[in-house]
């Protein structure tokens, strides 16, 4: 049995984008097929009043009506102007947060062993991730953290909404910084899975690097979802003109137990920032909400009302 799950916004130059939770969530979506969120901008009151000059003068001139001016010796048309900016850039992190949605399945603690011998064994790593949604506020992230790994101590995962390109900036203590940008080369779908009744998240995302534009050797990565509790970390990289070929692997299995995928089942406990599956609370105002990291945690405290005020508007669509 394969279930399909498409977001609900239109993410530009994504041909096959399919499928936060604090461990694993639905993200089904992948770049998404349907309606993107619109917005109109705003627009001036037609009963502000704006006098002339020659009108101010008089008493008696009857006020002049129209509509307010965005220009930037308007302090009403600056204050308009800076609103719309502020809705546009909300409307834009919400597009990457739903774009990255698919990837929560990601979320939690791993324990990874690479293929390659390291040292006479095989090496061992415990990648974290979590949200980062205040390092960059105009750009929202999943963030990986990992002191044992040989290639990577954090991944930066984001979404470029001009683009329709997945980004990725991995940063290693020995190997530096590289910059990726990255695509579905399989769809992320839903699948049954032996027995399991639990539908198993697949995808594979592929990143190639781009930058440093002087770098001797170029990567890419493969991120393998195999299942819920399980991906693989697909190594690879070229010299010159050469092909590139894969050097090591890295297999990660989820520690402890998997949650549930469905977006739909967590009732109280949704994440109030990610959607995904709430791990722990926070309060604001006597009431108590959930979240499912440490990074939504930081999210929440920053700006409560403005999580608040998502969930309820979101509340009234349905």
């Excluded at 705003?42 to 509509?67: H, I, L, V």
């Excluded at 204050?79 to 947060?97: G, K, P, Q, R």
């Excluded at 095989?122 to 974290?128: G, L, M, Y």
Aim: charge should be negative; glycine fraction near 8%.
């Amino acid at each position: 049995m394969r279930s399909w799950y498409l977001p609900g916004v239109i993410l530009i130059g994504l041909s096959s984008f399919a499928g936060c939770g604090g461990t694993e969530t639905d993200p089904s979506s992948a770049a998404p097929s349907a309606a993107s969120p619109t917005h109109s901008s705003p627009s001036a009151d037609a009963n502000d009043e704006t006098p002339s000059s020659s009108e101010s003068a008089s008493t008696t001139a009857p006020p002049r009506r129209g509509p307010v001016s965005l220009g930037t010796n308007d302090s009403n048309g600056s204050s308009a102007a800076a609103d719309a900016t502020a809705v546009s850039e909300s409307l834009s992190t919400e597009n990457i947060m739903q774009a990255l949605k698919p990837l929560q399945i990601l979320m939690g603690s791993w324990e990874g062993k690479t293929r390659r011998m390291i040292g006479g064994f095989s090496a061992v790593d415990e990648p974290k991730w979590v949200w980062d949604l205040l390092t960059d506020k105009k750009r929202p992230a999943l963030v990986m953290t990992s002191d044992k790994s040989p290639y990577f101590n954090r991944l930066r995962l984001s979404f470029d909404t001009s683009t329709g390109k997945f980004q990725l900036t991995s940063e290693h203590k020995d190997e530096g910084t590289r910059e990726f940008v990255g695509e579905f080369v399989a769809p992320v779908e839903d699948v049954s899975v032996d027995d399991d009744t639990k539908p198993q998240r697949t995808f594979q995302l592929q990143f190639t690097q781009t930058a440093p534009a002087d770098a001797k050797e170029l990567w890419r990565i493969t991120f393998n979802q195999q299942r819920n509790d399980r991906y693989l970390v697909q190594l690879e990289r070229k010299r010159g003109s050469s092909d590139f070929f894969q050097f090591d692997v890295v297999a990660s299995q989820r520690q402890g137990t998997s949650f549930a995928l469905s977006d739909t089942d967590y009732g109280e406990r949704t994440c109030i920032v990610s959607g995904g599956l709430g791990t722990s609370t926070v309060s604001f105002m006597g009431k108590t909400y959930y979240v499912c990291c440490s990074g939504c945690d930081a999210a929440f405290k920053e700006d409560p009302q403005r999580w608040i005020a998502k969930v309820l508007a979101d509340a009234e669509k349905k």
